[in-house]
């Protein structure tokens, strides 16, 4: 008993301590607007993972049966979502591309919406491009053509609380980071050349996007936040009755 609770002592310390180092990065996430009810948005997202993903990453453990719970026919499906598996292979500056079957799990969707929308210019690596998120990535940015290019920002100031504050009034993805003389710096990602979609439709094909690797990555999960709507809504009748028992309960033993 003592060595199983030294061991989960371990894990929550090591948990608070990536936690902890997280918050140091001073990396702020903008939340995912995804909603994996939507089916509409879902049915976009597998045409846009089909269309710019597959040419280069692997989706093996995914079933593309369970597409037909989005509402898809399996004609749909064959016609139009299955025919880039033979692009598959490719490699960024030697380094392989991830199987992205489950990634939204390993990852979060709050860090996959911003690591699309996270890329910027930069001539210093390989691939001509950097992301905020995840620094130093070999993957260049290859929806750029969709949202343009952009351009890291860096404001100095004076101290830790006013490069937050900076950074929360952007309401979005920034970064806090140290710099010399005990300054900080806020970085954020601004737009630059623009591409073929607005930032407001971009931000919309990458939500589409990020709701789908979302679904993908556990579809059975919509089955049971659909049963427990239903559940939610049984017990709320089931409570309504028995408050109604209950009054009409104690009326007679009052009176």
């Known amino acids: 008993m003592k060595r199983f609770t030294g061991v989960l002592l371990l894990i929550l310390v090591t948990s608070f301590a990536g936690i902890a180092c997280a918050q140091e990065e001073g990396l702020r996430l903008a939340p995912a607007p995804v909603n994996r009810l939507d ?37 749909q499906i064959t016609d139009n979502l299955m025919f880039a598996t033979e692009k598959i292979g490719k490699t960024w500056f030697g380094n392989s591309p991830p199987d ?56 100095e100031y004076e101290d830790h609380e006013k490069a937050t504050a900076a950074a929360i009034a952007v309401k979005g993805l920034s970064m ?12 954020r990602v601004a737009p630059d050349v623009p591409g073929t979609m607005t930032r407001t439709e971009y931000e919309t094909f990458v939500t589409d996007l ?23 809504l049984f017990l709320g009748v089931l409570f309504a009755f028995a408050y109604a028992l209950k009054r009409e309960y104690w009326k007679d033993l009052h009176s």
């Open 39 to 75: 089916d509409e948005s879902l049915q976009r997202g597998a045409r846009n993972f089909v269309n710019y993903c597959l040419t280069c990453h692997s989706a093996q453990y995914m079933r593309y049966n369970r597409l037909t719970d989005l509402g898809l026919t399996e004609a």
């Open 210 to 232: 990020v709701n789908y690797m979302d679904y993908m990555a556990e579809p059975v999960r919509n089955a049971r936040i659909h049963l427990g709507i239903v559940v939610l």
């Open 100 to 155: 992205l079957t489950v990634e939204a799990r390993i990852r979060g969707r709050d860090w996959l919406y911003n690591y699309l929308l996270g890329f910027y210019r930069d001539e210093k690596t390989p691939s001509g491009w950097n992301n905020l998120v995840f620094p130093n990535v070999a993957m260049p940015n290859v929806l750029w053509q969709l949202s343009g290019e952009s351009k890291l920002v860096s404001t």
């Open 176 to 187: 806090v980071e140290p710099l010399k003389d005990h300054k900080y710096a806020m970085l």
